[in-house]
């Protein structure tokens, strides 16, 4: 089984790249037949912006450019794709958002042709969600903002698509310890990946 790790942070020391290592390392724990490939989108240089060739690409004037067509492949070469993040006011930042916006293309993500509703291409796909956030739960459950993230990441993109959101975590660094807890929580994820149960979610 193949997991793709989506990485979503510029600093390569940060907890976010941390939390995506022991992951990984959670995988490699589970069945030595397991395998994985980590996309830092940052340093290999992804470039979030849609431009007006990406709305020619959703209008269907126009094939995807070469590189969201390298970023499906890698998708469909998984049975897992993993969202490793930071939260960035109350959601995913631009660099994740913007590759999502690219990537999950209409004809590839999904159909959305005229008078026939919506078709959902993604139904095989297994997602798994960690966002590591710097506030504290309680600010979190006062605002609502975890739900308000669940609402528009897991159900408004994935649900979406057809992709099922096996795992979606929130993982807080705001006191001592925490980090190593995130850390463990990560590698316990990634180990269960393609067990009998899935879970996960990250900053």
């Given at each position: 089984m193949h997991a793709l790790i989506v990485v979503a942070h510029p600093g390569p020391e940060s907890l976010t790249h941390s939390v995506a290592a022991h992951?990984?390392?959670g995988i490699a724990l589970a069945s030595p037949g397991n395998s994985w490939?980590?996309?830092d989108l940052a340093a290999e240089g992804f470039d979030p912006r849609f431009t007006m060739a990406d709305v020619a690409v959703h209008l269907?004037?126009?094939?995807?450019?070469a590189d969201v067509i390298a970023e499906q492949a890698r998708i469909d070469r998984a049975d897992a794709l993993v969202l490793v993040y930071p939260v960035y006011w109350w959601s995913m930042p631009g660099l994740l958002k913007g590759w999502i916006?690219?990537?999950?293309a209409n004809g590839w993500a999904y159909d959305a042709g005229e008078g026939s509703g919506?078709?959902?291409?993604?139904?095989?796909?297994r997602v798994h969600l960690i966002a590591i956030g710097g506030a504290?739960?309680?600010t979190y459950a006062r605002h609502g903002y975890f739900g308000a993230m669940k609402t528009q990441i897991d159900?408004?993109?994935?649900?979406?698509?057809g992709?099922?959101?096996?795992?979606?975590?929130?993982?807080?660094?705001?006191?001592?310890?925490?980090?190593?807890a995130c850390l463990d929580t990560a590698r316990a994820i990634g180990r269960n990946l393609f067990g009998e149960s899935e879970c996960c979610e990250a900053a």
């Amino acid at each position: 089984m193949h997991a793709l790790i989506v990485v979503a942070h510029p600093g390569p020391e940060s907890l976010t790249h941390s939390v995506a290592a022991h992951f990984a390392e959670g995988i490699a724990l589970a069945s030595p037949g397991n395998s994985w490939e980590i996309a830092d989108l940052a340093a290999e240089g992804f470039d979030p912006r849609f431009t007006m060739a990406d709305v020619a690409v959703h209008l269907r004037q126009a094939r995807p450019s070469a590189d969201v067509i390298a970023e499906q492949a890698r998708i469909d070469r998984a049975d897992a794709l993993v969202l490793v993040y930071p939260v960035y006011w109350w959601s995913m930042p631009g660099l994740l958002k913007g590759w999502i916006d690219r990537v999950f293309a209409n004809g590839w993500a999904y159909d959305a042709g005229e008078g026939s509703g919506v078709v959902k291409r993604l139904r095989h796909l297994r997602v798994h969600l960690i966002a590591i956030g710097g506030a504290d739960l309680r600010t979190y459950a006062r605002h609502g903002y975890f739900g308000a993230m669940k609402t528009q990441i897991d159900h408004g993109i994935f649900n979406y698509c057809g992709a099922r959101v096996v795992t979606s975590e929130l993982l807080l660094e705001s006191h001592d310890g925490v980090a190593q807890a995130c850390l463990d929580t990560a590698r316990a994820i990634g180990r269960n990946l393609f067990g009998e149960s899935e879970c996960c979610e990250a900053a």
